[in-house]
């Protein structure tokens, strides 16, 4: 098993690259499952670890955790406040709009009411697309196939936001078994070799408990990177950085907050 890919590291936080596939913590959905991102962090480093926040099993990417209490609270406190803006990297089916504002309520799929019961909650996500690809292969109904490499900015944290707004609005991630399309998924699993859910968090701008900003930014890896070189768009990866600065950054990410619930 490969050492988790640390990006920060101080006497109060650190940042790790969660793999795509591997559960935060243990969980009544996965009863059976045996490895954590938590307990695998905590033995690397030789530490208790702390979570502020959370990602969903099959999405990669950037993740916080505190190394003491008092530090984890701080962070809590800044997503719940909504002071931590989120940038995530997509691969969709079809040509998604160049840039769109995606708000659509969503209802909660988990409860003890039906789904069609469950109030509406508020749900806003910024899209913009970066890239696009026409394949030659006739996936579904049409001779070609079409596929976007989409960034998108949570501006509220829903549970499986991203996903599903993306879904609703015709354009569903690949690898996405919940929200997708099967042809799709299996396609990309067998002939592309990337058999999972495209969506990674790159980049996260918070508050520092102990004072200043963190400016945190790190590309997908494994599949998810070489099925971008194989479409030519490595160059709308982000840089590997993190920067812990004096006061709030000057950023495309600076105003764009989130809250602490998985995507």
Known sequence: MLP???????????????????LVHRSPIDKHETEFLLQRLRDQIGMHVFPVH????????????GLSPEAARKLSTAFEEQRVSK???????????????????????????PKAQMPEQEAITDIRRLAQVELPVAIDRYPQSRFSLVEAR????????????????????????RHGKGNYNRYFASTLECP?????????????????????????????????????????????????????????????PTDDLPE
């Open 4 to 22: 988790l890919d640390i990006l920060f590291q101080d006497d109060v936080l650190v940042v790790v690259q969660k793999p795509s596939g591997l």
């Open 54 to 65: 959370r990602l969903d099993r099959p999405t990669s990417g950037l993740m916080v955790f």
């Open 87 to 113: 940038r995530y990297l997509a691969v969709v089916r079809g040509v998604a709009p160049e840039q769109e504002r995606l708000d659509y309520g969503l209802r909660k799929e988990e409860g003890r009411l």
């Open 154 to 177: 949570p501006l509220t944290g829903r549970r499986h936001q991203i996903r599903r707004h993306l879904s609703r609005r015709g354009y569903p991630i690949i690898g996405d078994a």
């Open 196 to 256: 999972r859910l495209l969506l990674a968090a790159v980049g996260l701008e918070l508050p520092h408990p102990e004072g200043g900003w963190l400016r945190l930014s790190c590309p997908p890896d494994g599949a998810y990177a070489a099925l971008l070189a194989r479409f030519g768009w490595l160059g709308h990866l982000p840089e590997r950085h993190a920067i812990h600065q004096a006061e709030r950054p000057e950023s495309d990410l600076a105003g764009r």
